[in-house]
């Protein structure tokens, strides 16, 4: 198969003369194996006619690809808009509630046959990672023994990909990867399967079961969880069904997206003010503090409604 550089000629994907014209049902989607970009090429239309019986199920399954990597960038960057409004995980350090977002109405379309969240040790993490605030000091978490939860989707013709959206902390920017070369590389065990979802129930469980600051915390954590799913709800209404959003020419969807992203910012800002603003105590040091259910210090103490300093 030819490299999908533009500079290289391409052969005919049903006779062995050189093609110039390409599918446009699948130009420049990723492929299967690596990510990188392809497309069926012809050398005529009559070649791209007799070829499509056989084509077909591919070309389907490349755009399928190319929403599922359109949905893995997206839920990347509400992912760390959250993630900065919130002040609960800084770039450098991410956990995993937010890698849930977005995908949703994906599941009603058929495109996806499992979705499952994977928590996994990292391959050869021999580095500690370290909270990046200010103040009394930050803690070191070993990095070993810090399981790394990503999404693992299969698709209907049967590819599987790891949606990593927090996979900067190591390194790794891209959010969608084929399992296999994931899986390969990065993971050195995997500590457990759960439905996709189930970061999210957990969190919401601990939200119910835990008392003082931890309630506290959690309840903040849900409450902008909630405000990203009604962002999304919200643009949907107003605009095109996600699952339609990542279907979209190129150009259309990149126009389209910024908005999205845009609203899902303006909601979390929203929910931040009326805390701050309800509370009595600011958002961020009660998450500067809290967000990882180490105890709290005092000062952060005094900054919660009902507790003395
Ligand atoms: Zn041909
Ligand atoms: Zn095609």
Same mark, same amino acid.
Request: with cysteine; proline share 4%; hydrophobic share 35%.
């Given at each position: 198969?030819?490299?999908?550089?533009?500079?290289?000629?391409?052969?005919?994907?049903?006779?062995?003369?050189?093609?110039?014209?390409?599918?446009?049902?699948?130009?420049?989607?990723?492929?299967?194996?690596?990510?990188?970009?392809?497309?069926?090429?012809?050398?005529?239309?009559?070649?791209?006619?007799?070829?499509?019986?056989?084509?077909?199920?591919?070309?389907?399954?490349?755009?399928?690809?190319?929403?599922?990597?359109?949905?893995?960038?997206?839920?990347?960057?509400?992912?760390?808009?959250?993630?900065?409004?919130?002040?609960?995980?800084?770039?450098?350090?991410?956990?995993?509630?937010?890698?849930?977002?977005?995908?949703?109405?994906?599941?009603?379309?058929?495109?996806?046959?499992?979705?499952?969240?994977?928590?996994?040790?990292?391959?050869?993490?021999?580095?500690?990672?370290?909270?990046?605030?200010?103040?009394?000091?930050?803690?070191?978490?070993?990095?070993?023994?810090?399981?790394?939860?990503?999404?693992?989707?299969?698709?209907?013709?049967?590819?599987? !990909?790891?949606?990593?959206?927090?996979?900067?902390?190591?390194?790794?920017?891209?959010?969608?990867?084929?399992?296999?070369?994931?899986?390969?590389?990065?993971?050195?065990?995997?500590?457990?399967?759960?439905?996709?979802?189930?970061?999210?129930?957990?969190?919401?469980?601990?939200?119910?079961?835990?008392?003082?600051?931890?309630?506290?915390?959690?309840?903040?954590?849900?409450?902008?969880?909630?405000?990203?799913?009604?962002?999304?709800?919200?643009?949907?209404?107003?605009?095109?069904?996600?699952?339609?959003?990542?279907?979209?020419?190129?150009?259309?969807?990149?126009?389209?997206?910024?908005?999205?992203?845009?609203?899902?910012?303006?909601?979390?800002?929203?929910?931040?003010?009326?805390?701050?603003?309800?509370?009595?105590?600011?958002?961020?040091?009660?998450?500067?503090?809290?967000? !990882?259910?180490?105890?709290?210090?005092?000062?952060?103490?005094?900054?919660?409604?009902?507790?003395?300093?």
């Amino acid at each position: 198969m030819a490299s999908a550089s533009e500079h290289d000629a391409h052969q005919c994907s049903n006779c062995p003369k050189t093609a110039p014209l390409t599918c446009k049902g699948c130009k420049a989607m990723p492929n299967a194996t690596d990510g990188q970009l392809s497309s069926a090429w012809y050398c005529g239309a009559e070649c791209q006619k007799a070829h499509w019986a056989e084509h077909k199920a591919q070309c389907k399954a490349a755009q399928a690809r190319q929403a599922l990597f359109r949905a893995g960038a997206l839920a990347q960057q509400i992912f760390y808009r959250f993630s900065k409004t919130t002040y609960m995980w800084s770039p450098g350090r991410i956990e995993k509630i937010g890698t849930t977002w977005l995908i949703h109405p994906e599941r009603h379309t058929g495109l996806y046959s499992q979705i499952d969240e994977v928590g996994h040790f990292i391959k050869g993490a021999k580095y500690q990672l370290r909270q990046v605030y200010g103040g009394e000091g930050p803690p070191v978490i070993d990095g070993t023994d810090y399981a790394h939860t990503i999404i693992r989707v299969t698709t209907m013709n049967g590819e599987t !990909y790891a949606l990593d959206m927090a996979g900067a902390q190591y390194g790794w920017y891209e959010p969608v990867t084929p399992w296999q070369s994931y899986n390969t590389s990065r993971v050195r065990e995997i500590k457990d399967v759960v439905p996709f979802g189930g970061t999210r129930v957990f969190c919401k469980t601990r939200a119910d079961n835990t008392g003082g600051q931890h309630k506290w915390v959690h309840g903040i954590k849900e409450g902008f969880a909630k405000s990203v799913d009604e962002a999304v709800e919200w643009w949907q209404r107003r605009n095109i069904p996600s699952s339609d959003l990542l279907r979209l020419p190129e150009h259309e969807f990149q126009k389209r997206r910024g908005s999205l992203i845009d609203t899902v910012d303006e909601f979390l800002q929203l929910y931040k003010a009326i805390q701050e603003s309800n509370g009595g105590f600011t958002v961020r040091e009660g998450f500067k503090h809290g967000g !990882y259910d180490r105890k709290f210090t005092s000062f952060a103490l005094g900054t919660i409604p009902g507790r003395a300093a």
